[in-house]
């Protein structure tokens, strides 16, 4: 800390840098997907020396979100903040009517999308997606999943859209107890996300059906005896047409100057040119896209207009109060 | 015996120098983050993961539980000093363990708390490494039926517990249900009483709300009878661990009750916190004695800190066997091991078997190394009473004013503490037992949560937490314990009621 | 600094003035009806009854907010029929009160000064001012004890542990 109080003048010659120690929200608790990610990319920069100053992790869970994401609003024009997303982005305001719209953010970088696999007990009697979907509309079947009114339960309202089949949206608090409760047989189908489901895969327990994206997943090593992360059919192979993919984008508070994101835009790059994050991109089959700039951008006002789309549909929106 | 060959060679990797020097580095910062309410536990580990990602997994994570280990210790350590709860587990621990450290018995108090930790600890490691595989699919068992009915077993044991006013008690637990419920209601993701104001919405953190109840408070009451801490005059040497260890063989059954209900409630996995109140709660109901508990009784201090011990550290199963964690800390573990490229699961223990056998032994040193770190410590930790009051009350209240807000990072939180702390302090001198609060407040959220999650699976039919042995049997157990006190009532009503109509 | 104030003799309670305890029950009960009431109004507002399958979001607040209401209403019975156990005692005498307050007030200060100067800032003068106003040290112990304080917790959360806590102007001009 010492040359930071003698030589302020020394840094800031090519390009910005930061100049205190950086914090890093994670609108989500410990332990979670967008938690594991952001602590792979806060190790990741401290093993490999990416950046002078340190990043602090901050979880910021309250409200489904909303009290990272207001904070960050509310940080404007502060150039050590960084935000990391998935979903929550866009349905935690919408559910809950907090004021809060991802144009109140500075978008830097998509890092991937995460990938939803439909499965269901590997002793069950439903081998393709037309036999779930035949036995919900027989009897009502339970699909548990992540929170209320997220991702999850916004696939299961799409499922039901598209093939017209009920189901009892079952929610928990945490994508592994989800997939757990899948295994002991307590819940009748899931929409996990692969990295959470995987090791239940390949230990025989649970039988991934589809995939909800318009291409099959990339990985071809075999995961279990026989299959591998592409043999997974999409759900439109299968005649489900739903897909849905789950940002994890990487954002700063509005209102920060065009050198700060293009410092951190270049500080993301170089996190996923190391072994780690494609040994971690690897493990969770997650699709590798990303996006800066006015293509991100885009891409999130199209995002919003659909999950907009979709929670009015399913009547997830906040009612006025 | 597959797994004595398997434990002796993850002994061999956990007694590599470099490793024992980290086992030991893990301890200690484990105590110091312990100590430290708010940073305890999952923070901790979280805080310190990124600089474990340059080490070898196996390594890492021997470092890692032993900071666990540590933290595990260090909590109790101002619940009996200062009567502030470093994590949510030790809460039932302050219930005796201040009174002890105020009658001047503080060094008796934490050699108990350290000793049955370990014990509690030590049993659940030996029921990891023999019957892991049989157990981890007890697990499984448990939907939100099963989940629900162990709570409600969990208060079934500590209620009747409270003194004095029933009426007070009950207003403090629903006011403690209420809180509970403040935020996000999980099932439906509406906010609830958050009245439109942005920080309502993170609900009551536990924590908080002890840090301020507890901690503050207590500060406030001594206060009263003159600027001083109780406790300061206690005689304080090496000889007291050995005195109280003459004592504990006494309470073996005691600590053996403890551990297999906090081996039982980490497993399912209902975790540490519930696990200490229902030990509590049992021990005192089965005591000879139980108006003594609350008083300074060494019982009060052995049953919960055994039974979450226990809990703790078979919340770690779950985690490797299912990927499951059994609490929070142990969710922030698993994000170690993926980052280390161990998928947890099933498939663990058949593909990373040195990693695993390699952790399993280290459980067992790092235990080891931590009893003995706290246990030299205790006259320095019981030593900390002596310090003048001014300079400690003004050191408890900065330590209260960074735990509460490292909860959430949040500046509100202060000042939801020290609102705690006034109604702590208002509801101690009127006599509203906090204990049924603090309760409520934690497990409440989760119970209503297991509840409606059942409706949700059942279509709204009752019957479902009946549905099978399981969950039927532990609802059964947790009513005869409701109705215990109840029937023991009623057959003095009925004698009495005999005895006037022989009179007459 | 003097400290006479806070050396005042024991006080026998029964005659001694000061809040009365049933004052206290009373306010105590009210407040604690008022949050039941609160959180009847909020619940029935977003739904408080049994759906088709289970509880909605308010069923629960709702039936706990008028249990809450309606012990605090048995508990306000008695004392104001002038039964209460506690009739005739105190709460907290003034100079009990006094001695409470000597802690509480600089603490309430020490609360509203952290989003303002920043924990440390406010940490190191509060542990200057209650060597000074509550114990007998003169500033020459106080002061760098504070400061002490401040710079331990400083290097162990902001420099090893990278937790940041609430920062102020003084941390700012220093770079962090």
């Known amino acids: 800390m010492a040359p930071a109080i003698l030589a302020p003048g020394a840094r800031a010659q090519r390009g910005w840098e930061p100049m205190r120690p950086v914090q890093f929200i994670i609108p989500a608790g410990t332990g979670g997907g967008a938690d594991q990610m952001a602590r792979v990319i806060q190790g990741i920069v401290s093993k490999h020396g990416l950046m002078k100053q340190p990043m602090v992790v901050v979880n910021k869970a309250g409200g489904a979100g909303a009290e990272g994401f207001l904070e960050a609003k509310g940080a404007r024009g502060n150039p050590h903040m960084l935000v990391i997303t998935l979903s929550n982005l866009f349905a935690t305001p919408l559910a809950t009517g907090v004021p809060f719209n991802w144009k109140d953010l500075t978008p830097v970088t998509m890092m991937a999308l995460d990938e939803f696999v439909l499965w269901v007990k590997a002793d069950s009697p439903w081998k393709t997606v037309a036999d779930v979907i035949a036995a919900a509309k027989d009897q009502r079947l339970k699909l548990g999943g992540t929170g209320s009114k997220q991702e999850d339960q916004i696939i299961a309202a799409a499922i039901t859209k598209s093939s017209g089949a009920p189901f009892t949206y079952v929610p928990f608090r945490g994508g592994g107890e989800v997939a757990v409760q899948l295994v002991g047989g307590h819940i009748d189908a899931t929409v996990n996300n692969p990295i959470e489901a995987v090791t239940h895969w390949r230990s025989g327990a649970l039988r991934p059906l589809c995939v909800f994206d318009d291409k099959r997943l990339a990985g071809t090593e075999k995961m279990t005896d026989t299959q591998s992360w592409s043999d997974i059919p999409t759900c439109k192979e299968q005649g489900l047409d739903v897909d849905y993919l789950m940002l994890r984008g990487i954002f700063m508070p509005a209102g920060v100057k065009p050198e700060q994101v293009a410092f951190y835009e270049g500080l993301m790059a170089k996190v996923r040119e190391t072994p780690e994050w494609k040994e971690l991109i690897q493990q969770g089959a997650f699709n590798t896209t990303t996006l800066t700039g006015d293509a991100f951008r885009a891409w999130l006002t199209k995002e919003d207009e659909r999950h907009k789309t979709l929670m009015q549909e399913a009547g997830f929106l906040a009612q006025p109060s | ?504 | 600094m003097s400290t006479t104030t806070l050396e005042m003799a024991p006080v026998v309670r029964s005659t001694a003035q000061g809040i009365t305890r049933n004052a206290m029950e009373v306010a105590t009960s009210v407040t604690l009806a008022l949050v039941g009431a609160a959180a009847i109004w909020d619940s029935a507002r977003i739904g408080a009854g049994w759906g088709a399958d289970g509880p909605q979001s308010g069923y629960f607040p709702f039936w706990l907010g008028i249990i809450l209401a309606g012990t605090s209403f048995a508990n306000l019975l008695p004392i104001l029929r002038g039964r209460g156990e506690h009739a005739g005692k105190m709460f907290v005498t003034w100079p009990q009160l006094r001695l409470v307050l000597s802690v509480l007030i600089p603490t309430v200060f020490y609360v509203a000064a952290i989003p303002i100067t920043g924990l440390y800032v406010a940490s190191a003068v509060l542990v200057a001012y209650f060597m000074m106003k509550l114990g007998d040290f003169t500033w020459r112990s106080a002061v760098p004890a504070g400061l002490a304080t401040a710079v331990v917790a400083f290097a162990t959360f902001e420099i090893w542990f990278l937790v940041g806590l609430p920062k102020g102007p003084l941390e700012d001009m220093l770079g962090f």
């Open chain 2, 1 to 504: 015996m597959e797994e004595i060959g398997l434990l002796m060679q993850g002994f061999a990797v956990a007694l590599q120098p470099d490793n024992m020097l980290l086992m030991l580095i893990g301890v200690v910062l484990g105590v110091l983050i312990g100590v430290l309410p708010g940073l305890g536990g999952a923070n901790g580990i979280a805080i310190l993961l990124p600089l474990t990602f340059a080490m070898p997994p196996v390594s890492a994570v021997i470092m890692l539980s032993c900071i666990y280990w540590g933290a595990l210790f260090g909590g109790a350590i101002t619940s009996i000093l200062f009567n502030i709860p470093g994590e949510p587990w030790s809460v039932a621990t302050t219930f005796d363990g201040y009174p002890m450290a105020q009658q001047g018995r503080a060094g008796e108090a934490l050699t108990a708390a350290f000793t049955s930790s370990f014990v509690g600890a030590f049993v659940a490691v030996v029921m990891i490494t023999f019957v892991a595989p049989v157990i981890a699919g007890f697990a499984l068992r448990f939907g939100p039926p099963e989940f629900f009915a162990v709570m409600f077993l969990s208060f079934a044991s500590f209620v009747g517990m409270a003194k004095g006013s029933p009426l007070k008690s009950l207003a403090a637990m629903m006011l403690g249900f209420l809180l509970a419920a403040v935020g996000m209601d999980t099932v439906t993701g509406q906010l609830r009483m958050t009245f439109g104001s942005s920080e309502m919405i993170r609900g009551f953190d536990f924590l908080v709300a002890v840090i301020g109840l507890f901690g503050i408070s207590e500060i406030l009451c001594s206060i009263e009878d003159g600027l001083s801490f109780k406790g300061q005059k206690a005689k304080i040497d090496l000889k007291v661990v050995l005195r109280t260890w003459k004592e504990m063989p006494k309470h073996a059954l005691l600590a053996a009750r403890s551990a297999i209900i906090g081996v039982w409630m980490g497993i399912t996995p209902a975790g540490a916190t519930p696990a200490s109140f229902m030990s509590y709660g049992v021990a005192r109901k089965m005591s000879k004695d139980p108006a003594g508990f609350g008083h300074g009784k060494i019982e009060g201090v052995i049953a919960p800190e055994t039974a979450a011990h226990a809990a703790g550290t078979s919340a770690l199963l779950p985690m490797l066997t299912l990927g499951v964690p059994g609490s929070p800390t142990a969710a922030v573990l698993l994000g170690g091991l993926i980052m280390w490229g161990l998928q947890p699961g099933p498939m663990l223990f058949v593909e990373q078997k040195e990693f695993v056998w390699g952790l399993i032994a280290s459980m067992y040193l790092g235990n080891i190394a931590g009893l003995l770190v706290v246990l030299v410590a205790v006259p320095w930790f019981a030593a900390i009473l002596r310090v003048p009051f001014p300079i400690i009350a003004a050191l408890i209240l900065t330590v209260c004013a960074i735990g509460a807000y490292t909860v959430s990072n949040a500046e509100f939180d202060i000042v939801l503490m020290l609102i705690f702390g006034v109604v702590g302090y208002v509801m101690k001198k009127l006599d509203y037992p906090l204990a049924p609060l603090v309760l409520a407040l934690v497990l409440g959220d989760r119970t209503e949560e297991a509840f409606r999650q059942s409706l949700l699976v059942s279509e709204g039919s009752m019957g479902i937490f009946f549905h099978n042995w399981l969950s039927g049997g532990i609802m059964a157990a947790g009513i005869a314990l409701l109705a215990w006190p109840l029937l023991g009532w009623l057959r003095g009503v009925i004698a009495s009621g005999m005895g006037r109509a022989r009179a007459a």
